[in-house]
């Protein structure tokens, strides 16, 4: 335990306790210097007289006196705050001025005739103009900025989201997808792809060489190829099969909560114009993590290749999941229509009619659809005699008349666009496939347990040969290579170089060379020929294991 004496503290002019290594020990103080005792001190006791405000020190022998303790130094202060008597004077010297004070109830100026000079008036001004939580308080209302919280709101609700088309102009004059920005990215990409490999064989002293940015499969030997899908609307090869061509329509509904467009995953690559609260939605999905949701008078206009739903007399199907959580209040709802044919369900049934030919078509009874659940619904022509399957039961009940679908505008998910009559959804829909020229289901079946998916397959591609002037002994390989999955270099991708026409190939070890975006990236190897069997008809062939999903838009072969 610590032993602690008292001290006198000049600052608060106190008594404290303060530990016993003190020199000083106070004693209580006296009338004047002829009341200082003689007797019973101790060395360094401490003694103040009352008269003159002195402080005496016994030194075994008598006292001295220190003087006045208000005239003690700064520096022999025990305990004292860091700082400075300078310090301590400045401070003082700018102290606020009771005369510069606020007087209630008047404009007397702050920081008066400064130029952040401000009155009372200021401040209460905006006081009163601060924005009061769930109102539009204070927000320039009625100005020539005028802004309310609704606007606000609604700016924030249309930032982009990442991964998704939303906001991006979505229906205006400027519409704009993320889709196209990508195909932009890769022009973008191909371009600098083609200036490096001329800066490339400049710099390595290479012979000759090609690039070959796939506008078509001219340098490609498709017939020694396997498994390999060139995608035209890409520019690119990918181990992907692409959608077959029947499908004109195929929507998973894909993307973020909120978003305001979506992507047709079939060759016909349609595109989307949502009006009127249409959006995809994350509440409930059949397959995936959101699908489409149609409320009250929304709809989804599909825009593109019209001549896809003008089906004639010939085969079709129409399929998709429906979940309803209620009727619109014209009696039915609306789920697909063109000028042509509508699909809608209303009280007295499912059903497909041809606009255009006295309302030929097929119904179903009402209640093959129940709210709340998830139903698949197929519309099937086959030979002319249409068909209506739910759950992938066949519920049709009547047929009416011969359906020709002949003509046709853009399609419409929901309601028509400005017309109360055609009912809207009032619900979810996923998974919508559009088939021309087939009838994917004739008898009783099983509805589809995931997303009709195209097929990744492990593909080998080969190049055409191309002439060398004489025997090469080294080839460079680029590729502008695009990872769906995570692709694993020299294991999931393989590069190889033939120099007498693909009867000998070395492989090369690939590596990166440069990041563009998307996971869109430049590999290169360089492969030693040397010891292949002399010849001047040069190749290279790509191999792809273990099923990678990948995309290759652009290759170089230079030689040397």
């Known amino acids: 335990m610590g032993i602690y004496k008292q001290k006198y503290n000049a600052v608060s002019g106190q008594l404290n306790l303060v530990p016993s290594s003190t020199i000083v020990t106070f004693k209580a103080a006296v009338a004047n210097e002829a009341a200082l005792p003689l007797i019973g001190n101790i060395l360094y006791d401490g003694r103040i ?26 520096a022999a202060i025990e305990d004292k705050p860091i700082s400075s008597v300078a310090n301590i004077d400045d401070a003082v010297s700018k102290k606020h001025s009771n005369s510069l004070d606020h007087a209630q109830g008047t404009d007397q100026k702050l920081d008066d005739g400064g130029v952040n000079e401000v009155t009372v008036a200021d401040v209460k001004d905006a006081v009163d103009k601060k924005h009061t939580q769930g109102t539009d308080q204070g927000l320039d209302t009625g100005g020539a900025n005028a802004v309310v919280v609704a606007d606000i709101k609604d700016a924030v609700t249309k930032k982009h989201v990442q991964n998704s088309d ?14 196209e920005l990508v195909k932009n990215i890769l022009n973008v990409s191909l371009l600098a792809f083609s200036l490096a490999i001329e800066t490339s064989r400049n710099f390595l002293n290479l012979v000759d060489g090609i690039v070959d940015n796939y506008e078509d499969e001219s340098g490609i030997d498709v017939v020694s190829c396997i498994n390999q899908t060139y995608v035209p609307t890409s ?103 063109t000028n042509n044919f509508q699909i809608s ?27 709340n659940t998830w139903h698949h619904v197929a519309f099937c022509m086959l030979s002319g005699v249409l068909s209506v399957y739910v759950d992938g039961i066949d519920v049709t009940a009547s047929r009416t008349g011969t359906v020709d679908i002949s003509s046709s505008t853009s399609m419409q998910l929901g309601q028509f666009t400005g ?21 994917r289901y004739t008898t009783n079946f099983t ?24 025997a090469p002994d080294l080839a460079r ?34 590596s990166k060379e440069n990041d563009f975006d998307l996971n869109i990236q430049t590999l290169v190897t360089s492969v030693d020929v040397s010891g292949q069997p002399s010849g001047t008809k040069i190749r290279y062939k790509y191999e792809t294991d273990n099923t990678k999903n990948l995309k290759i838009h652009a290759s170089s072969l230079l030689w040397d």
């Open 447 to 470: 509805p589809p347990t995931s997303q009709f998916q195209a097929e990744v397959k492990n593909m080998t591609l080969i190049s055409e040969a191309f002439d060398a002037d004489i």
């Open 49 to 74: 007289t009352n008269d003159n405000g002195h402080l005496w020190i016994w030194d075994d022998v008598s006292w001295l006196d220190q003087g006045d303790i208000i005239d003690l130094k700064w």
């Open 477 to 510: 390989i680029t590729i502008l290579e695009e990872d769906l999955d995570a692709v694993t270099l020299n294991t999931d991708l393989l590069a190889y170089a033939s120099r007498d026409d693909g009867t000998t190939w070395t492989q090369g070890t690939l």
């Open 419 to 439: 017309d109360q009559n055609y009912g809207s959804v009032n619900g979810w829909m996923d998974e919508l496939r559009i088939s021309k020229g087939v009838c």
């Open 166 to 179: 939303t906001i991006l102009n979505s229906g205006g004059a400027n519409h704009v997808t993320a889709s």
């Open 345 to 371: 369900r209303a009280n007295a049934g499912l059903s497909f009619y041809d606009l255009l030919h006295g309302n030929a078509g097929c119904t179903a009874p009402s209640d093959v659809l129940t709210l």
């Open 235 to 337: 520019d690119c090869y990918s181990t992907e099969s692409l959608i077959d061509s029947e499908t004109k329509a195929l929507c998973h509904f894909d993307g973020t909560d909120e978003d305001v467009d979506t992507v047709d995953s079939s060759q016909s690559n349609h595109t989307f114009t949502f009006h009127d609260n249409a959006k995809i939605d994350s509440e409930k999905q059949k397959f995936g993590a959101t699908s489409l949701k149609l409320g009250a008078s929304s709809n989804v206009q599909i825009l593109g290749t019209l001549s896809d739903w003008q089906f004639d007399t010939d085969d079709f199907t129409i399929e998709f999941f429906i979940n309803h959580w209620g009727l619109w209040g014209y009696g039915y709802n609306s789920y697909l229509l």
